[in-house]
């Protein structure tokens, strides 16, 4: 196994711990609500896209739980 492949292992688990503790610690919503309508972009990658807005954004609110 050489040093990059452990290094990527590394870096995809502190990643991982990092989305843990933001899940576990704040509420992730929408800025409008839960009724706010997401649509898929069609581009070279799929993305979503809240209706309405300019660009690829996803407008959202994060708070502390």
Not at 22 to 50: A, H, S, W
Request: proline share 6%.
């Amino acid at each position: 196994m050489g040093r990059g492949r452990v290094g990527k292992l590394f870096a995809v688990a502190e990643i991982k711990m990092v989305l843990l503790i933001v899940i576990k610690n704040f509420v992730l919503e929408m800025r409008d609500g839960p009724d706010t309508k997401v649509e898929m972009t069609r581009r070279i990658k799929m993305r979503p896209k809240v209706s309405g807005e300019d660009g690829i954004k996803v407008p959202s609110r994060v708070r502390p739980y």
